[in-house]
């Protein structure tokens, strides 16, 4: 037999590419050094566009979703980013102020925090991952509770809310949907303690990083796979409202801004009462200093990166508080 080797090794290199195209490369594990002094994770990359690839593409296959890439690249085309510009990839984070305890899910922010059960004698691992959360009128409820129930190819029995909501639209809903490509809960659903809530896959993908659903949580069917995989019942779930989050590393106090919602926008607009309150909260007494204006105007303008406001005054001259200067490390 008479291979054409020419033939063959185009049809591998078109495999390989397809599968880099196709393959989320995006590191989602981390591990956390010291809780209590470094709650910084990651840091932020750049690469640059093909001009074959949508922002959401690139989100998708870095592990991001619609509104992380959106706020880290404010002027880059949606749809069609100039070919080899440059692409802000958002993967730094400030870990939510709250138990690190399995998932701590952040709404404003649209990601989700998954900590195993630490294992004696080995860092706390922490895995994250992009959402999409419920639109106003059917918002994603702030909640402490636990997965009872995980179901693979579920069927999806739509609420009569939502049924109602279809019927007067003109597209009415089966009682009943089967699995498959029309089945919104995609191919993993893992139920909450509050029943009518679901953290499970979709079969719309561009829709991660939106306010987009009846208030459930969404992933990307990749990373629902994988979370999936690691979850056991019982696993405490803690959905929380931070838009502003506060974290330290090596002793310097950062702040990474989310849009509020909509609904919460006499709480937050242009107010550092919340991060102050979460610098109190985590200082445990320390002393330190913070450069309000900084903070105020990431507040004013957020960008989802974390950015230096302040430091603990035990690494300084005390005698020169009042010349300090933050810069980002």
Not at 65 to 73: S, V
């Amino acid at each position: 037999m008479i291979f054409d080797m020419k033939k063959i090794f185009l049809t591998i290199c078109i495999i390989f590419l397809h599968f880099l195209s196709t393959t989320n490369t995006y590191a989602s594990r981390y591990f956390i050094e010291d809780s209590n002094r470094n709650t910084v994770i990651g840091s932020t990359k750049i690469i640059y566009a093909d001009e074959r690839d949508t922002l959401l593409d690139i989100a998708r296959n870095h592990g991001f979703g619609y509104q992380d890439m959106k706020l880290a690249n404010i002027d880059v085309d949606t749809w069609l980013p100039d070919d080899g510009e440059k692409i802000v990839l958002p993967s730094q984070f400030i870990l939510p102020v709250a138990s690190m305890d399995g998932i701590v899910l952040n709404v404003p922010e649209m990601r989700l925090y998954y900590y195993p059960p630490k294992e004696k004698g080995k860092l706390q691992e922490v895995f994250t991952y992009p959402l999409g959360v419920g639109r106003a009128g059917w918002n994603t409820p702030y909640i402490k509770t636990i997965i009872v129930e995980k179901k693979v190819n579920p069927n999806w029995y739509p609420p009569k809310s939502i049924l109602k909501e279809h019927e007067e639209a003109g597209d009415p809903l089966p009682k009943i949907v089967k699995p498959g490509p029309e089945n919104p809960l995609g191919n993993y659903a893992m139920r909450l303690g509050k029943r009518d809530y679901l953290i499970h896959g979709t079969n719309k993908p561009n829709g991660i990083g939106m306010r987009i659903s009846h208030g459930c949580i969404r992933l990307y069917p990749e990373d629902i796979k994988e979370l999936f995989s690691k979850i056991s019942l019982k696993t405490p779930v803690n959905i929380i409202n931070q838009p502003y989050k506060i974290g330290v590393k090596n002793d310097v106090i950062y702040l990474e801004a989310h849009p509020f919602l909509d609904e919460d926008k006499e709480e937050y607009e242009n107010n550092l009462t919340s991060v102050i309150a979460l610098i109190i909260k985590i200082s445990n007494n320390r002393k330190y200093q913070i450069d309000m204006r900084t903070a105020y105007e990431a507040i004013k303008n957020p960008t989802g990166l974390p950015i230096a406001v302040g430091i603990y005054l035990n690494r300084l001259d005390m005698g020169n508080e009042e010349n300090l200067v933050y810069k980002a490390k």
